[in-house]
């Protein structure tokens, strides 16, 4: 029998994380509904998780919009569990930051409505982001569950990514509030900056962030210092947290803090044909200093981190270099 752990929902399967979720689930042998949005200029092409092993049997995809939340209800129904991944991003700011807030707030509880009313899904995971932590108002070294992003302070001062940051912020609230209010388990996964292979076509962001000294001359997230964590890691706490017994509210997800000395140190000791600036031209255009991330709550719970810093990167580059970015 295939179906042999149940049929759960993973919104927004084409990007990143979502992607790798679905990959998790289908070698862990779960039937998967994923929902991609429906763009009527062109056919979006997901072959490249059509082709993964059990996909053929056990992956459906169906259309559905956070414009329209009531389109999510046939993907949820009959599932188990949700996976709530979907989410606007806007980081070039084509719209206001109130639109792109409550389109995902309205996205989100309109999903958890779908989830409450189907009598089948037992747990609603919601993917939140480290961006929900780091602008808090609190300076420590080492941010956890307890520090959420100072929205009214990031409305003032607009740094660079903030209408994200704020939309995040919001939504994760929003969900979990919803979540105690009419008695339906959800929990929150925050995960820091992403890195790793990646299934989808596209350059995931955070990948092209945390490479930034090879990919790009230009980068608003240069950084000195940054949590980062890899894509498997995130998909294997996801469904850890769906298979857990009683988990609560919220959990970052983030294994190591890499300072830009030891990613230059391990790419040039592995990738000694790429093209390396000195660690002194990018103290010179970098700045940006993240806290650390804590993830003691999820390893108390009994996750373990698999992955560390060099296969991030070899990963992330070995991947780069197949699909043509390097």
Known sequence: MEDTKGRVCVTGGTGFIGSWIIKRLLEDGYSVTTTVRSKPEHKKDVSFFTDLPGASRRLQILKADLREPESFKEAIEGCIGVF???????????????????????????????????????????????????????????????????????????????????????????????????????????????????????????????????????????????????????????????????????????????????PLEIVSAKFPELQIPTIDSLRERASLKVSDLSSKKLTDAGFEFKYGLEEMLVDAIGCCKEKGYL
């Open 84 to 262: 709530h991944v979907a989410t606007p991003v806007d980081f070039e700011e084509g719209e206001p930051e109130e639109i792109v807030t409550q389109r995902s707030i309205d996205g989100a509880l309109g999903i958890l409505k779908a989830c409450l009313t189907s009598k089948t899904v037992k747990r609603v995971i919601y993917t939140s982001s480290a961006f929900a932590v780091n602008y808090s108002a609190k300076e420590e070294e080492v941010k956890d569950e307890s520090s959420w992003t100072d929205v009214d302070s990031l409305r003032t001062s607009k740094p660079f990514g903030w209408s994200y940051a704020v939309s995040k912020t919001l939504t994760e609230k929003a969900v979990l509030e919803y979540g105690q209010q009419n008695g339906l388990d959800v929990v929150t996964v925050l995960p820091s900056i992403v890195v790793g292979s990646f299934i989808c076509p596209k350059l995931p962001g955070s990948v092209g962030s945390a490479l930034y000294f090879l990919l790009s001359k230009k980068d608003p997230f240069a950084y000195l210092q940054l949590p980062m964590v890899h894509v498997d890691d995130v998909a294997r706490a996801h469904v850890f947290l769906l298979e857990h017994p009683k988990p609560r509210g919220r959990y970052n997800c983030s294994s190591c803090l890499a300072t830009v000395e030891k």
